[in-house]
Structure formats: structure tokens, C-alpha cells
């Protein structure tokens, strides 16, 4: 039979250093998608559940918390929004994610802590909806930094960022055919005309049947 079926949703990942322009870009990408059919941004962590007050805390300094707890609750912000994705992308809506479990991983690596290997920050996250593509919005550490300077939040210091962006680099090297690496230091219109091209095409994958995927 000829049923009319809508297929599923694309998942679309943007990641980089602070202050790499993320939010501005989703931000942007969302509005040009929402021409073409359902989408949503969400972001991570997502601050408004109870562990995302936690790792609020955390991030400005009010509370103190082990590495790995506060590993292990980035992890469990993204597992409690993890049936409502997948319900989600099944029912046609493509999800953009400001961050996601490569932040986890990344962040927590950077640390080097002593038995936290790359490897081991990236089993918590074992099993959540995989990016059909994730963006890299790549730029040096000194140049995010110049960028209307950071924040007081815990991790945003040069030294630190450039200890995520090498973990980055391991975790784009693990999946170089999901990864785009962006130019995140050029102009802010040029740089949504490229991500929106990109979107494209992976909205083009999904509507060919590409299955959603599970990080491993
Ligand atoms: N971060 C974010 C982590 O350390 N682990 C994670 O799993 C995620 C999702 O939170 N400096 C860090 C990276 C950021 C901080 O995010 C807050 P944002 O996008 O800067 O609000
Ligand atoms: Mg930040």
C-alpha cells in the first residue's frame, strides 16, 4: 500500500569551545529550518531539571562536586531527555542540540584526571540518539577568548579550553564522516550560509532512509 508516511527527523549537533559562536548559530540555523518543517533547538545541559540545577551550581562556583559526579550528571541532564528525542524524531521534528554528549566528553577528558580517560567519559553517554551530523565550530582557543571576553564560569580560562580542544580533536578523529569542521572565526552571515548548505544535505541523508544511529 501507498501510506504517505513522514519520515523521521534529523538530529543535528553543534559543539566547540566557549564563546565559539553556538548558540548564535543554532540560533540561526533553527530560524531557517523552520521554513522547511518542524525543528527545535534544545540545549545542554539543560538547566531547567532538577540535575541541571546542580550542574548550575556547580558551573558558578556555589557548589563543589567531584569530577565525576558532575560528569556523571551532564550525562544523566541528557538521559532524562532522551524518550522525549526519540519520540521526537520519530514523529518528524529534527532537533538541533547546542551542545551535546561531545561536551561531556570533551570537558571531562580535559581535566585529566587519573583513570578518566577519553574512553571512559564517553561510556556514560553509551546509547542516547547519535548526531547524524555534528558542527564543529572550530576556532583557537585566544581567538574565543578576545570574542566580548568569557563569562565567571568554572572552565572558561585559555588553558582549559585549549585542553577541550584537543579532546575535540580525538572525538572528530573517532567519527570523521558525522563531523564538519567549521570555520568559526569568519564572517558571523557567511559562516549560516555554509551550516545552512550543510543542513541540508543532511536533512536530504534522513529523508533517504538513513537510520537514526546510537552513540557508542
Ligand atoms: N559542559 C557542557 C560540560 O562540562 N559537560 C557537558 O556534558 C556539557 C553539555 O558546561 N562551559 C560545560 C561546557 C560549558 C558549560 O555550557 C555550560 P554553555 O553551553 O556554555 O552554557
Ligand atoms: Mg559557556
Not at 555534528?134 to 577568548?145: R, W
Request: hydrophobic content about 35%; proline content about 3%; overall charge neutral.
Amino acid at each position: 500500500t501507498l501510506t504517505q508516511h513522514r519520515g523521521r527527523g534529523a538530529l543535528i549537533c553543534f559543539e566547540g569551545l566557549d564563546r565559539s559562536g553556538k548558540s548564535t548559530q543554532s540560533k540561526r540555523l533553527l530560524e531557517y529550518l523552520k521554513q522547511q518543517g518542524d525543528v527545535e533547538l534544545w540545549r545542554f545541559p539543560d538547566r531547567e531539571t532538577p540535575t541541571g540545577t546542580l550542574i548550575t551550581a556547580y558551573l558558578e562556583n556555589a557548589e563543589s562536586l567531584d569530577d565525576r559526579a558532575v560528569h556523571l550528571l551532564y550525562s544523566a541532564n541528557r538521559w532524562e531527555k532522551m524518550q522525549g528525542m526519540v519520540k521526537k524524531l520519530e514523529s518528524g521534528t529534527t532537533i538541533l542540540l547546542d551542545r551535546y554528549a561531545y561536551s561531556g566528553a570533551a570537558y571531562t577528558a580535559a581535566k585529566n584526571i587519573q583513570g578518566a580517560s577519553l574512553a571512559w567519559c564517553q561510556a556514560s553517554d553509551a546509547g542516547l540518539p547519535a548526531p547524524d551530523r555534528t558542527i564543529y565550530l572550530h576556532m583557537s582557543p585566544t581567538a574565543a577568548a578576545s570574542r566580548s571576553g568569557y563569562g565567571k564560569e568554572r572552565y572558561e580560562n585559555i588553558r582549559f579550553q585549549e585542553q577541550v580542544a584537543q579532546q575535540y580533536n580525538a572525538l572528530a578523529q573517532q567519527e570523521p564522516a558525522s563531523w564538519s569542521i567549521v570555520d568559526a572565526d569568519q564572517d558571523v552571515d557567511v559562516l549560516s550560509t555554509e551550516i545552512q548548505h550543510l543542513a541540508m544535505t543532511v536533512l536530504d541523508d534522513v529523508k533517504q532512509g538513513r537510520a537514526l544511529r546510537h552513540l557508542r
